[in-house]
């Protein structure tokens, strides 16, 4: 029978090929057997903490096989995980674990200070991982309350239960949980696998952070469904990146536009051969097709770029054996039915473009605890609303063109300006101010603030601004342009003219 849940998919490769490669990182190899006691034996402490169907676990920790330990382990029990970025501060990881009312948070040395700082009542335990789990099975049970040797429960996790609660910044400025189910994730694991023919005897380079989509839907979920490997960085390192390609076992490797431009800048210029790579894929933001065109020129091997969302996990690609039409994101995967609807206004819009609507088996059911951004995020008729535009052509590849939301995309973080214009307003000493992004040659696009100072206030200065924003938010948040403005340009309405603001500021800088 076919897994109904990740850690079923797990167990079942670990009995039927125990001895098969799963994971390597930093020196150390764990076979699905191996890595499945650990699961086990991590579940079992899972348990003793109390953790129990439907509760949420928070993990707040960085790229190791321990993130994958604890993900599967909370999975296993039942419980519903709430990955974090590791980028975040307290006021983020805060508003996180209280509306998921979190019960338990995994972390790791590095992030106990902002776990502390950012617990909320519902939080009973906070679980630190030290780096000899990875090394020793047995200290898993360890970390259980109750001095270890339980055995693990059965496997709880459900085809229609809640696996994730993936939160994903909120155009009101706090971050919404879309839930997300183990049949979601499964059925995009499984659809990406047959268009992409991700097959047992591949290995994925995985380099792109485990607390997002890409990286843990696209990347992790889809190694663990084939039965397949995959090789863990801590972090992208374009030198570790295009050694590990020359010279080690990876088929794959998926990652942001970002990262790609940071690989031809480390080849610089020199060709490279890859020893078994068969597909590099791209997706999270736009890929520039000049990017595209390098790639294919040095690497021998044309991108495949995909387009995707927290919210729908993947939606389209273009075709593995077909033709990959650059600046487009290619046809639906199996089983998505997507639409274009009206033409639409807004920031970024552009002539005969409609918002992509989708529906289909990978979709979320909505946002957890806010039925009216669900119902918000919904058409009468079902159908979910990307906020994304775009445009058909003929032979039914999707470009996208804009976006219906003002939404910044930074190397592949999503950055809405209204969560920063928050931030910067508190400053004293700050009068106005509208935040835009704007084009860059390494994240895509940066963050900018324009501010208006007022004129009885306190001092306000550009480092001031950005300490002031890095104490608060994630560091990728901070302007890396702040203009300080007699006035912001408005309409009639009084709204901030942010197509003239952004050629202001590209002008002055
Ligand atoms: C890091 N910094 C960034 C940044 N990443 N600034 C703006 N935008 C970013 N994306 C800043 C840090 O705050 C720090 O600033 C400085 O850069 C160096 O930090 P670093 O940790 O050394 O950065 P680096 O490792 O180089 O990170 C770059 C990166 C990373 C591209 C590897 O941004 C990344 O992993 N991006 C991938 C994000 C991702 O997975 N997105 C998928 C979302 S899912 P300072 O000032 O503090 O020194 C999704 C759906 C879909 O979108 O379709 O996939
Ligand atoms: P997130 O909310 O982090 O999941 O980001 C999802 C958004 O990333 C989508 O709504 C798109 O705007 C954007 N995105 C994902 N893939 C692509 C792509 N290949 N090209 C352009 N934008 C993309």
Not at 403 to 411: D, H, T, Y
């Amino acid at each position: 029978m076919t897994p109904d849940s990740l850690p079923r998919a797990l167990a079942d490769v670990a009995e039927r090929h125990p001895g098969r490669h799963l994971l390597s990182f930093e020196g150390s190899a764990f076979t699905y057997a191996s890595f499945a006691a650990r699961v086990g034996a991590a579940a079992a402490a899972l348990h003793g903490w109390g953790l129990r169907p439907g509760d949420r676990v928070a993990l707040y920790l960085g790229n190791t096989p321990s993130y994958l330990v604890a993900y599967l382990a909370a999975l296993w029990c039942g419980a519903v995980v709430v990955p974090a970025n590791t980028r975040y501060r307290e006021s983020e990881l805060g508003h996180m674990l209280r509306d998921a009312g979190v019960r338990l948070v995994v972390t790791d040395p590095d992030g106990g200070a902002v776990v502390a700082a950012a617990t909320t009542p519902t939080v009973g335990a906070v679980v630190t991982l030290t780096g000899s789990l990875d090394e020793d099975r047995h200290a898993w049970a360890e970390l259980s309350p109750n001095g270890g040797a339980t055995r693990p429960p059965a496997i709880a996790a459900r085809h229609d239960a809640l696996a994730l609660i993936a939160y994903t910044s909120g155009t009101t400025g706090r971050s919404k949980g879309a839930m997300l189910t183990h049949g979601n994730l499964l059925a995009s694991a499984r659809a990406v696998g047959r268009a992409w023919r991700w097959a047992a005897d591949d290995h994925l380079l995985l380099t792109l952070p485990l607390f997002h989509i890409h990286g843990l839907g696209v990347g992790f979920h889809g190694a663990l469904v084939h039965g397949a490997a995959l090789t863990l960085h801590r972090r992208f390192e374009a030198a570790a990146v295009l050694a590990a390609l020359a010279d080690g076992p990876a088929t794959l490797f998926f990652g942001v536009p970002t990262m790609y431009g940071r690989l031809l800048r480390e080849a610089d210029d020199r060709p490279r051969e890859f020893r078994r790579l068969r597909l590099l894929v791209s997706g999270s933001a736009p890929l520039a097709v000049d990017t595209l065109e390098r790639v294919e020129r040095l690497f021998g091997q044309r991108i495949l770029e995909r387009y995707g969302m927290t919210e729908t996990v993947m939606l389209t690609g273009n075709p593995y054996a077909g033709r990959r039409k650059a600046g487009t994101v290619g046809v639906p995967f199996e089983g998505v039915e997507l639409r274009l609807a009206g033409a639409a206004t807004g920031a970024g819009s552009s002539g005969g473009a409609g918002e992509v609507q989708v529906r289909g088996p990978s979709v979320t059911s909505g946002y957890w605890n806010d039925p009216d951004a669900t119902a918000a995020a919904f058409t009468s008729d079902g159908w979910f609303r990307t906020g994304d535009l775009g445009v058909l052509d003929a032979d039914g590849y999707l470009t996208l063109s804009g976006r219906a939301r003002e939404l910044i995309i930074s190397g592949g973080f999503n950055v809405y300006p209204r969560e920063v214009e928050e931030a910067i307003a508190a400053l004293p000493g700050v009068r106005e101010v509208a935040v835009v992004g704007l084009p860059d040659p390494d994240l895509g696009e940066r963050v900018a603030a324009a501010i208006v100072v007022a004129p009885e206030g306190p001092e306000v200065d550009e480092a001031g601004v950005t300490a002031h924003c890095q104490r608060r938010l994630a560091g990728f948040k901070a302007p890396r342009t702040i203009a300080f403005v007699d006035e912001l340009p408005r309409n009639a309405m009084g709204k901030v003219l942010r197509h003239d603001l952004r050629d202001h500021l590209l002008a002055a800088t």
